[in-house]
Nanobody, 113 residues
Framework: QVQLVESGGGLVQPGGSLRLSCASS????????MMWYRQAPGKEREQVAT???????NYANSIKGRFTISRDNAKNTMYLQMNSLKPEDTAVYYC???????WGQGTRVTVSS
């Protein structure tokens, strides 16, 4: 069955960096557009970045220029490199495969001094 396992979150100071990973199984990863979402406390889940099967990327304005989405189809894994983190980036981050109705447990990112 489909599994998506996010990892790499943690507590980081403003201006710091983190690299999130999304390990997938149960579907042909290389065929799918993949997405990162986040949900901040008290807010709705929002899409922050997408990457096509061939590496075409798109970003929400709030993270453009600071975050980089990438994927390794040989490892069935997607990444989110997050630089210049701000307190407003604090959220639980989730990965998702486009058209597959499955959410992992997410990984929590807290940006605080």
């Amino acid at each position: 069955q489909v599994q998506l396992v996010e990892s790499g979150g943690g507590l980081v100071q403003p201006g710091g960096s983190l690299r999130l990973s999304c390990a997938s199984s149960g579907f042909t990863f290389s065929n799918y557009v993949m997405m990162w979402y986040r949900q901040a406390p008290g807010k709705e889940r929002e899409q922050v970045a997408t990457i096509s099967s061939v590496g075409i990327t798109n970003y929400a304005n709030s993270i453009k220029g600071r975050f980089t989405i990438s994927r390794d189809n040989a490892k069935n894994t997607m990444y989110l490199q997050m630089n210049s983190l701000k307190p407003e980036d604090t959220a639980v981050y989730y990965c998702k495969a486009y058209t597959i109705n499955y959410w992992g447990q997410g990984t929590r990112v807290t940006v605080s001094s």
